[in-house]
């Protein structure tokens, strides 16, 4: 049996002034780089479903309405090294096919590359899920892999 799909493996990031964030067929990541030092109290960190809204030491980092809805008590942030805050959030709709091509509804919008290779990467992702006996963690993807990439489910096994 193999191993579970690595979210890391391949991580494909969309860089932003105050940080990135990236995304797995279930969870979009956030990471947001603070001055050394920060502690937790100095973090104002609020998520919700569509929304999401960021300051530190009283300065608004990031707020705004989120390129679709998650689950709000799944969502978490932490405080690494006291120089990195990682939040993570869990997508409410899990397909391949969504596939967020920004982080915010108008804001930290990935370029067309960076889309393109998330799309590629959430299609694999899914594929590893539908087949565990295989590895994919070497594969490549061309072709239709657009909306999560090809229907094989009325496919007879």
């Not at 860089?15 to 990236?22: A, D, K, L, N």
């Not at 405080?79 to 982080?103: F, H, P, Q």
């Not at 590359?113 to 006996?133: A, C, I, S, Y």
């Amino acid at each position: 049996m193999s191993a579970p799909f690595e979210e890391r493996s391949g991580v494909v990031p969309c860089g932003t002034p105050w940080g990135r964030w990236y995304q797995t067929l279930e969870e979009v990541f956030i990471e947001v780089r603070v001055p050394p030092g920060t502690r937790a109290k100095d973090v104002r960190c609020s998520l919700q479903s569509r929304h999401i809204a960021l300051s530190v030491r009283g300065q608004e980092v990031l707020q705004g309405k989120l390129f679709d809805s998650t689950i709000t008590d799944e969502g978490t942030w932490t405080l690494e090294d006291r120089k990195l805050i990682r939040i993570v959030l869990m997508k409410t709709n899990r397909d391949a096919g969504n596939c967020w091509t920004s982080l915010l509804e108008d804001e930290y919008a990935a370029d067309p590359w960076v889309q393109d290779q998330m799309q590629r990467k959430l299609t694999l992702e899914r594929f590893q899920r539908e087949n565990p006996g295989f590895d994919f963690s070497g594969a490549e993807i061309s072709g239709n892999y657009s909306k999560g990439g090809p229907d094989f489910s009325s496919l007879e096994k």
